[in-house]
């Protein structure tokens, strides 16, 4: 029997993680879980309208919380901030009990009709990083910050899915490369913006990125889409 504290998803998705290193997630896997979870199948059609794609959202979702879970069980606040973004990039892949289940959802994922699902993921596990870290940026650097974990991210684990040195070690110090390259780019653009010359020539391109605000921070301005709950 399964646990009925759990939602009807929770319980589709602990199902089917034994099936999916070998059917992948897949229809069959989705039968599978659907008969071993004693779901109703129309129920959990209704909860996973896409069957076994939406319970590898869920899984990925799933890994994003338990990375959280495991930075408050940390003591981060002696690494410098690198250090924490490796540190956490770090737990996101450590929380992985089966390295195949991922294998098969970056499968899933680098398909055509479901890489946009994919991309949104991996931004979302980046977005969890930044604000776990506390970041409070509310113009164009919301998104680059995302934007390049984002590559970093990703990166790295296509790297770990192959890599098969002790404890991961090749994969940890390819994530220190790439943090690295990144603060290249940083440090560069200080430099840019601390040129007389240089800070001139971007003040046009400056002055219009300062017009970008983070999502999530933007004021309502009744765009369609939006909606304001009415005060009482």
């Known amino acids: 029997m399964t646990d009925t ?4 998803k929770e319980q589709l998705l602990d199902a089917a993680l034994m099936h999916v290193p070998f059917d992948g ?8 879980a659907i008969a071993e979870a004693e ?17 590898a959202v869920a899984y990925h979702k799933r890994g994003d919380g338990l990375m959280i879970a495991r930075m408050k ?48 993921l991996i ?6 990083i930044w604000d776990a ?21 990703s990166s790295t684990v296509l790297y770990w899915l192959g890599d098969t040195s002790d404890s991961h070690a090749e994969t940890w110090s390819f994530l220190d490369r790439r943090i690295d ?11 840019v913006n601390n040129s007389p010359t240089l800070s001139k020539l971007m003040a046009g391109p400056n002055w219009l990125l300062s017009h970008v605000k983070a999502p999530s921070r933007m004021q ?13």
């Open 5 to 8: 504290a759990q939602s009807p």
């Open 25 to 32: 997630w897949s229809e069959a896997t989705f039968q599978a």
């Open 39 to 55: 779901i109703d199948p129309t129920v959990a059609r209704a909860v996973c309208p896409r069957g076994s794609v939406d319970l």
């Open 73 to 120: 069980s940390e003591d981060l606040s002696e690494m410098k901030f690198r250090d924490k973004i490796a540190a956490m990039v770090r737990f996101r892949l450590e929380v992985v009990t089966d390295k195949e289940v991922v294998r098969r959802g970056t499968t899933l994922f680098a398909l055509p009709q479901y890489a946009a699902d994919g991309a949104k």
């Open 123 to 128: 931004w979302g596990s980046s977005d969890a």
């Open 133 to 153: 870290l506390g970041d409070t940026s509310n113009d164009v650097n919301w998104y680059t910050k995302r934007a390049t974990l984002s590559a970093v991210y």
């Open 181 to 191: 390259n990144v603060m290249q780019i940083e440090k560069v653009k200080a430099q």
């Open 220 to 232: 309502k301005r009744g765009l369609p889409g939006s909606w304001t709950s009415p005060r009482s």
